[in-house]
Protein backbone atom coordinates (compact mmCIF):
# COMPACT_ATOMS: atom_id res chain seq x y z
CA UNK A 1 0.00 0.00 0.00
CA UNK A 2 1.21 3.86 -0.74
CA UNK A 3 1.47 6.01 1.77
CA UNK A 4 -1.21 8.88 1.98
CA UNK A 5 1.72 11.53 2.11
CA UNK A 6 5.08 11.47 2.24
CA UNK A 7 6.48 13.81 4.94
CA UNK A 8 10.76 14.54 4.48
CA UNK A 9 13.05 16.46 6.70
CA UNK A 10 16.06 18.75 5.44
CA UNK A 11 19.37 19.26 7.10
CA UNK A 12 18.50 16.95 10.12
CA UNK A 13 22.34 15.78 10.44
CA UNK A 14 24.89 18.59 11.10
CA UNK A 15 27.74 17.24 8.83
CA UNK A 16 25.23 16.68 6.07
CA UNK A 17 24.32 20.86 6.21
CA UNK A 18 27.62 21.49 6.30
CA UNK A 19 28.73 19.31 3.42
CA UNK A 20 25.89 21.25 1.13
CA UNK A 21 26.92 24.73 2.72
CA UNK A 22 23.92 25.40 4.79
CA UNK A 23 23.44 25.62 8.41
CA UNK A 24 21.62 23.54 10.48
CA UNK A 25 17.63 24.90 10.40
CA UNK A 26 16.83 26.16 14.20
CA UNK A 27 13.23 24.27 13.34
CA UNK A 28 12.74 21.45 11.64
CA UNK A 29 12.82 21.88 7.51
CA UNK A 30 9.70 19.91 5.82
CA UNK A 31 8.82 19.29 2.61
CA UNK A 32 6.84 16.82 1.05
CA UNK A 33 7.51 13.90 -1.80
CA UNK A 34 4.50 13.04 -3.60
CA UNK A 35 3.14 8.91 -3.24
CA UNK A 36 3.28 8.27 -7.48
CA UNK A 37 7.12 8.87 -6.27
CA UNK A 38 7.56 5.47 -4.82
CA UNK A 39 9.63 2.40 -6.03
CA UNK A 40 9.87 -0.71 -4.10
CA UNK A 41 13.18 -2.77 -4.20
CA UNK A 42 14.39 -4.19 -7.23
CA UNK A 43 12.78 -1.45 -9.45
CA UNK A 44 14.56 1.01 -11.39
CA UNK A 45 15.56 4.49 -10.14
CA UNK A 46 14.70 6.37 -13.16
CA UNK A 47 17.28 9.52 -14.20
CA UNK A 48 15.39 11.77 -15.29
CA UNK A 49 17.16 14.06 -19.31
CA UNK A 50 16.09 17.44 -17.49
CA UNK A 51 19.02 16.93 -14.61
CA UNK A 52 22.77 16.75 -14.92
CA UNK A 53 22.73 15.33 -11.19
CA UNK A 54 20.65 13.41 -9.62
CA UNK A 55 21.83 11.94 -5.89
CA UNK A 56 20.94 9.01 -3.20
CA UNK A 57 20.06 9.83 0.12
CA UNK A 58 20.01 6.84 2.55
CA UNK A 59 17.04 7.87 5.42
CA UNK A 60 15.62 6.20 8.34
CA UNK A 61 11.59 6.05 7.20
CA UNK A 62 9.11 6.35 10.11
CA UNK A 63 5.70 4.42 8.91
CA UNK A 64 2.76 6.26 11.26
CA UNK A 65 0.74 3.55 12.93
CA UNK A 66 -1.84 5.94 14.69
CA UNK A 67 -3.44 9.21 13.93
CA UNK A 68 -1.50 11.78 15.54
CA UNK A 69 -2.71 15.56 15.43
CA UNK A 70 -0.95 18.30 17.67
CA UNK A 71 0.98 15.61 19.74
CA UNK A 72 3.60 15.91 22.75
CA UNK A 73 7.21 13.74 21.80
CA UNK A 74 5.66 11.01 24.11
CA UNK A 75 2.57 10.10 22.34
CA UNK A 76 4.27 10.85 19.08
CA UNK A 77 7.02 8.02 19.80
CA UNK A 78 3.76 5.46 20.64
CA UNK A 79 2.35 5.97 17.08
CA UNK A 80 5.05 4.40 15.39
CA UNK A 81 4.04 1.72 13.24
CA UNK A 82 7.27 0.27 11.79
CA UNK A 83 10.72 1.42 10.44
CA UNK A 84 11.83 1.31 7.19
CA UNK A 85 14.93 2.30 4.29
CA UNK A 86 14.38 5.25 2.01
CA UNK A 87 15.88 7.05 -0.65
CA UNK A 88 15.35 10.26 -0.77
CA UNK A 89 16.70 10.58 -4.17
CA UNK A 90 16.90 14.20 -5.14
CA UNK A 91 18.29 16.03 -8.63
CA UNK A 92 20.34 18.75 -6.98
CA UNK A 93 20.90 21.24 -9.75
CA UNK A 94 16.78 20.99 -9.83
CA UNK A 95 16.86 21.73 -6.64
CA UNK A 96 19.60 24.66 -6.62
CA UNK A 97 17.73 26.40 -9.85
CA UNK A 98 14.04 26.03 -8.84
CA UNK A 99 14.51 27.23 -4.98
CA UNK A 100 11.36 24.87 -3.84
CA UNK A 101 11.80 21.54 -4.00
CA UNK A 102 8.94 20.15 -5.38
CA UNK A 103 10.13 19.04 -8.95
CA UNK A 104 13.99 18.02 -7.62
CA UNK A 105 12.24 15.23 -5.10
CA UNK A 106 9.27 14.50 -6.92
CA UNK A 107 9.95 12.60 -10.09
CA UNK A 108 8.78 8.90 -10.49
CA UNK A 109 10.92 6.62 -9.17
CA UNK A 110 12.57 8.97 -6.63
CA UNK A 111 11.17 7.43 -3.37
CA UNK A 112 12.63 3.70 -2.99
CA UNK A 113 11.05 2.43 0.04
CA UNK A 114 12.09 -0.56 1.46
CA UNK A 115 9.74 -3.08 3.86
CA UNK A 116 8.91 -1.76 7.27
CA UNK A 117 10.15 -4.00 10.56
CA UNK A 118 9.21 -3.13 13.99
CA UNK A 119 11.19 -0.11 16.19
CA UNK A 120 13.42 -0.89 18.18
CA UNK A 121 12.94 -0.07 22.35
CA UNK A 122 16.00 2.83 21.58
CA UNK A 123 14.98 5.01 18.46
CA UNK A 124 18.51 6.12 18.89
CA UNK A 125 20.09 2.92 18.65
CA UNK A 126 18.69 3.33 14.66
CA UNK A 127 21.77 3.18 12.23
CA UNK A 128 21.30 3.71 7.85
CA UNK A 129 23.96 2.70 5.75
CA UNK A 130 23.83 3.51 2.16
CA UNK A 131 25.91 1.60 -0.59
CA UNK A 132 26.59 2.06 -4.34
CA UNK A 133 27.66 -1.10 -6.12
CA UNK A 134 28.66 -2.23 -2.43
CA UNK A 135 30.63 0.32 -1.13
CA UNK A 136 29.66 2.06 1.79
CA UNK A 137 28.75 5.91 1.01
CA UNK A 138 26.92 7.00 4.29
CA UNK A 139 26.43 5.51 7.59
CA UNK A 140 24.86 7.33 10.71
CA UNK A 141 22.68 7.03 13.67
CA UNK A 142 20.08 8.64 14.96
CA UNK A 143 21.54 9.90 18.00
CA UNK A 144 23.42 12.13 15.32
CA UNK A 145 20.08 13.58 14.23
CA UNK A 146 19.74 17.60 15.20
CA UNK A 147 15.85 16.91 15.75
CA UNK A 148 14.87 13.18 17.39
CA UNK A 149 12.78 11.33 15.91
CA UNK A 150 9.85 11.96 18.83
CA UNK A 151 10.82 15.54 17.96
CA UNK A 152 9.70 15.53 13.88
CA UNK A 153 6.76 13.32 14.86
CA UNK A 154 5.24 16.20 17.70
CA UNK A 155 6.42 19.26 15.10
CA UNK A 156 5.29 17.59 12.09
CA UNK A 157 1.77 16.65 13.72
CA UNK A 158 1.46 20.57 14.68
CA UNK A 159 0.95 21.35 10.65
CA UNK A 160 -0.80 18.54 9.02
CA UNK A 161 -2.30 15.55 10.88
CA UNK A 162 -0.66 12.21 10.45
CA UNK A 163 -2.60 9.17 9.33
CA UNK A 164 -1.58 5.55 9.72
CA UNK A 165 0.45 4.70 6.90
CA UNK A 166 1.92 8.06 6.13
CA UNK A 167 5.71 8.14 6.04
CA UNK A 168 8.20 10.39 7.73
CA UNK A 169 11.69 10.55 5.94
CA UNK A 170 14.15 12.01 8.85
CA UNK A 171 17.10 13.36 6.65
CA UNK A 172 19.84 12.07 5.27
CA UNK A 173 23.43 12.13 6.79
CA UNK A 174 26.91 13.21 5.03
CA UNK A 175 27.96 11.54 2.22
CA UNK A 176 25.42 12.32 -1.04
CA UNK A 177 27.20 11.67 -4.08
CA UNK A 178 25.33 11.40 -7.74
CA UNK A 179 24.34 8.27 -9.45
CA UNK A 180 25.09 6.93 -12.68
CA UNK A 181 22.90 4.89 -14.92
CA UNK A 182 24.26 1.01 -14.15
CA UNK A 183 24.57 1.85 -10.28
CA UNK A 184 23.01 -0.30 -7.78
CA UNK A 185 22.35 2.02 -4.63
CA UNK A 186 20.83 0.17 -1.51
CA UNK A 187 19.92 2.21 2.20
CA UNK A 188 19.78 -0.35 4.96
CA UNK A 189 18.26 0.09 8.22
CA UNK A 190 20.51 -2.55 9.88
CA UNK A 191 18.79 -5.15 10.86
CA UNK A 192 15.48 -4.06 10.02
CA UNK A 193 14.66 -3.09 6.20
CA UNK A 194 16.70 -2.57 3.09
CA UNK A 195 15.71 -1.28 -0.05
CA UNK A 196 17.96 -1.81 -3.36
CA UNK A 197 17.59 -0.43 -6.38
CA UNK A 198 19.31 -0.38 -9.80
CA UNK A 199 19.72 2.75 -11.80
CA UNK A 200 18.71 3.82 -15.12
CA UNK A 201 19.04 6.62 -17.49
CA UNK A 202 15.64 7.73 -18.85
CA UNK A 203 15.34 7.87 -22.85
ZN1 LIG B 1 16.35 13.82 2.23
Excluded at 37 to 64: A, D, K, N, Q, W
Excluded at 79 to 107: C, E, H, M, P, Y
Excluded at 151 to 174: C, H, K, Q
Aim: proline share 7%.
Amino acid sequence: MLPGKIVCVGRNYREHAKELGNDVPKEPLIFLKPPSSVIRSGESIVLPSVSSRVEFEGEIGIVIGKTLRKASERDAARAIGGIVAVNDVTARDLQKSDGQWTRAKGFDSFCPLGEPGDAPSELQRLTVITRVDGVEKQRASASEMVFSIPALLAYISNVMTLEPGDLVATGTPAGVAPLAPGQTVEVEIAGISRVSNGVKADR
